[in-house]
């Protein structure tokens, strides 16, 4: 019998990361999904067998508590999902220091410590890293122009997690850095292309088509290469 897979969804409140963990309990897998507030209802605590736990990936407090908690835990798939989209009007000019922080923080670096501190209990082999990147973070893409701080948020955290790849040694997980199309969502808008259970349908594909190959790829929920 095959044994049971096992998921640490990472920002799985609403949107991308609450499909995410019920695409992956449809198929059978195990999941333990992060919250910042245990107090929303419609959270992944309505979800039958799912293990909640609370991170804000910003605060060392909240950090170092659920690492040590989760001490031993080994899983098949890490999926850092959180991130949000930024100050409005996006604009260098008008930013402030702390609007940069916050969003360079959550989007681009604070994703990357948790892997960091966690890629031991990703399975060699077999296991999969994955990342929610976007196609907007790819350096030459020509849309998304008033999303120009959170485009360079999603350009510094692929900058960021091919450091970190690359100074792994073997063996190493597969590492994904996933565009999930431009999906409705609260960050995403009714007006745009996807739902969430498209999106999360093919993202799910995707990593079970990935897992064992190795490697570093940017890819999105249909498992076309981006250019990075
Ligand atoms: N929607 C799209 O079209 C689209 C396209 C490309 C990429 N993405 C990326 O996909 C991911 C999910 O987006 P979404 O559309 O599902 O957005 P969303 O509905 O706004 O959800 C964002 C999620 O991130 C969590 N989060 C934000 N800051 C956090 C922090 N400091 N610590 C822990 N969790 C945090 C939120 O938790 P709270 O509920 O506590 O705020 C929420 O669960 C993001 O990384 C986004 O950049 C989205």
Redesign the pocket.
């Known amino acids: 019998m095959p044994s049971i897979k096992t998921a640490l969804i990472?920002?799985?409140?609403?949107?991308?990361?609450?499909g995410l963990v019920q695409r992956l309990t449809e198929q059978g897998w195990q999941v333990t999904a992060?919250?910042?507030?245990r107090n929303?209802p419609s959270g992944p605590q309505s979800i039958a067998h799912v293990v909640v736990e609370t991170?804000?990936?910003?605060e060392l407090h909240s950090l170092n508590a659920f690492t040590e908690k989760l001490k031993g835990q080994v899983f098949d798939l890490l999926f850092i999902?959180?991130?949000?989209?930024g100050p409005r009007p996006q604009s260098a000019e008008l930013a402030t220091a702390k609007e940069l922080g916050d969003l360079f923080l959550?989007?681009a670096t604070?994703p990357v410590r948790l892997a960091q501190r966690m890629i031991q209990q990703v399975r060699p082999d077999t296991g999969v890293l994955a990342f929610?990147?976007?196609?907007?973070g790819s350096v030459t893409c020509p849309e998304g122009n008033d999303m120009v701080l959170y485009k360079a948020s999603?350009a510094a955290l692929n900058s960021v997690t091919n450091s970190f790849v690359t100074s792994l040694a073997e063996p190493r997980p597969t590492v994904l850095s996933m565009?999930?199309?431009?999906?409705k969502?609260?960050?995403?808008g009714e007006g745009?292309d996807i739902d969430v259970q498209t999106s999360t349908e093919g993202l799910v594909k995707q990593i079970d088509a990935y897992a064992g190959k190795g490697g570093h790829h940017f890819i999105n929920y249909k498992g076309e290469t981006i250019p990075w």
């Open positions: 990472i920002g799985a409140s609403r949107g991308l990361g609450l992060t919250v910042r507030d929303q991170l804000d990936i910003n999902n959180a991130g949000v989209s959550t989007n604070a929610m990147s976007s196609v907007l999603k565009h999930p199309g431009w999906v969502t609260d960050m995403g745009a």
